[in-house]
């Protein structure tokens, strides 16, 4: 099994940037996708990002695209997630997720993904 752990969530005026950090153990590289979902006031958990088990590929949603980034540090096995041009409809708990890698493009459904961190929590005030 896989062990995940996020890291760098707080609070932020809107406009503001964190970065969210996962670490995941044991090396998961070439074998898992990893991804960032989130879970909004209210919702279930929603796809935020994701980068492809060679690193080399990202993913995006609609709502995050142009504001956020993620990378992957395949020597710490490890995803960041850089977040731009905060809104406070970003407040949300986020979660790191593993997702075995497949021949196509990583899925954007919680359910696809095996293994998830505790979440971090991200506050974007007005």
């Known amino acids: 099994q896989v062990h995940l752990a996020e890291s760098g969530g707080g609070s932020v005026q809107a406009g503001g940037s964190l970065e969210l950090s996962c670490t995941a153990s044991?090396?998961?590289?070439?074998?898992?996708?990893l991804g960032w979902f989130r879970r909004l006031p209210g919702k279930d958990r929603e796809f935020v990002a994701a980068?492809?088990?060679?690193?080399?590929?990202?993913y995006y949603a609609d709502s995050v695209t142009g504001r956020f980034a993620i990378s992957r540090d395949t020597a710490r096995d490890r995803a960041d997630l850089t977040m731009n041009g905060l809104k406070p409809e970003d407040t949300a708990v986020y979660y790191c997720?593993?997702?075995?890698?497949?021949?196509?493009?990583?899925?954007?459904?919680?359910?696809?993904?095996?293994?998830w961190g505790q979440g971090t929590q991200v506050t974007v005030s007005s």
């Open positions: 044991p090396n998961t590289f070439g074998t898992y996708v």
């Open positions: 997720a593993a997702a075995r890698t497949t021949a196509y493009a990583p899925s954007r459904s919680p359910g696809a993904y095996e293994y």
């Open positions: 980068v492809g088990g060679s690193g080399h590929r990202t």
